[in-house]
């Protein structure tokens, strides 16, 4: 998907990988209207965007309008705006607020339409936009290939299956060689899977700081090591994740509804998932206490987590709420209030229903939601999520399993750092780059000092 205006010489891709765009119409020399390319074989959703413009010149303004985007109810509802960086400026910066309005169009027959106004100051740079941080398959794979070479005795890298794209879903293992705990006991396991929904790009940022932060050489990750089993599943849909869909597979499928059923043809990556686990709860010898599923939410602010409704068992409800309620204490983006039991008949195939009630894998399964963009504190102080801090949420995961197993030592160093570092290079994800692009916005002017919505000509360029 590109778009090349002969005239202005301004293009539009994103032939690259987890690139999405669709259609591009240049409305005049200042503005293009934008869709959003549908899921492969399931063009209902549209919401994931990532692409480039390049071939500009200094000092171009133009105004973007996405106008396709299918949820109505969204988050650029609250002050969300697209993410930026360029070649020179690697790091993702959000679009000023100032400069973004999402707003009912006339001219696209009322519909929500997002708009933002955008000033190009570099003429050599290539300059990207996305809806949220982009977490690619590739640079996974480099980051697991990386991690194998460590040669660390606490760590094991398994191919779960290959996708019907002939990708990896890997099946990562870390746990002390020893095969008792500190206290001579069976240890405990707990299973974490993220990246169901290829365009939830968050919920990998947290699964890469839970892993940071267990092979770490901190004295709890080692207590941790010692005393539980971790399972995790980094990509449980890769194919989805490298072409750029927001919630399917390359066939279409959205795979977390089809726990209950998978086939190996078109859901291995949740079959073999799912027989692992079941695998691990038959085994007398493995005590299976955790299933934690990651994502991101489009609609809600902070963190927060779904657990399993009992009605005949209330007591396991109550217990199911205690790893939230220790979380919250860890985290303070953590909403244990938007927390809550969902009984939804929609999500009966969604992995924790149908590990937790149906399979009765275990009673500890959740649904880890955290928001695409910010969090608000009790005092309605809005701070937007940032790589650093979806990793930070996941170091803080992990942490809570000392204070849930009650494996506090006497004496230990604070755990309280923040901002795990990415192993990355600059221009992949954002770390170096000299100055800023949205310092570069403030020539963009509108009347409004605090818009919410505008008219087709509220932004002056």
Partial sequence: GFCLNRHLLMLFDCSFESGNIGKVQAISEFEYDISIRG???????????????????????????????????????????????????????????????????????????????????????????????????????????????????????????RTVQD????????????????????????????????????????????????????????????????????????????????RCSSMGYDLNRFWLNPTHWAHAPILHTRSEMLKLAADPNVHLDFF??????????????????????????????????????????FSLQNSKACKDPSKLGTGRRALGEFLAVSPNCYTFEVSFFCSVDTKQRVTPYTEDSYLDLGRNLILTFIDYYKLHPSQVPSAGVSGLSLLTNAAQMGAGGSGSIVGSQSGLKNDDKKPKRRTENAIVV
């Fill in 39 to 161: 899921d492969t074989n399931n063009p209902s959703y549209r919401v994931w965007f990532y692409f480039s413009v390049s071939q500009v010149y200094k000092g171009q303004r133009v105004i973007f309008n996405l106008i396709n985007c299918s949820k109505t109810k969204s988050l650029y509802r609250l002050g969300m705006t697209p993410l930026v960086r360029s070649t020179s400026r690697p790091k993702w910066e959000r679009v000023p607020t100032k400069n973004t309005f999402y707003y009912k169009s006339p001219r696209h027959k009322k519909n929500l339409i997002v708009s933002w106004g955008f000033h190009f100051d570099r003429e050599d740079d290539v300059y990207y936009f996305a809806y949220c941080y982009p977490y690619t398959y590739t640079y996974l794979q480099k980051w697991l290939h990386h991690l194998d070479a460590m040669n660390f005795s606490f760590w094991k890298r398994e191919l779960l299956c």
């Fill in 167 to 246: 990708r990896r879903v890997d099946h990562i293992t870390i746990t002390s060689p020893q095969p008792l705990n500190d206290r001579g006991q069976p240890k405990r396991t707990v299973f974490i899977s993220a990246r169901v929904h290829p365009g939830e790009s968050p919920a990998s940022f947290i699964c890469h700081g839970a892993i940071s932060f267990l092979i770490s050489d901190h004295p709890l990750a080692k207590i941790l090591r010692n005393n539980i089993i971790f399972h995790v599943v980094p990509m449980l849909n890769p194919d989805g994740v490298f072409l750029g869909n927001y």
């Fill in 292 to 333: 934690i599923d990651l994502h991101a939410h489009s609609t809600c602010t902070n963190s927060f987590m779904f657990v399993n409704a009992s009605s005949t068992a209330p007591d396991q409800l109550e217990s199911a709420m205690l790893f939230p309620r220790l979380f919250a204490v860890n985290d303070r983006t």
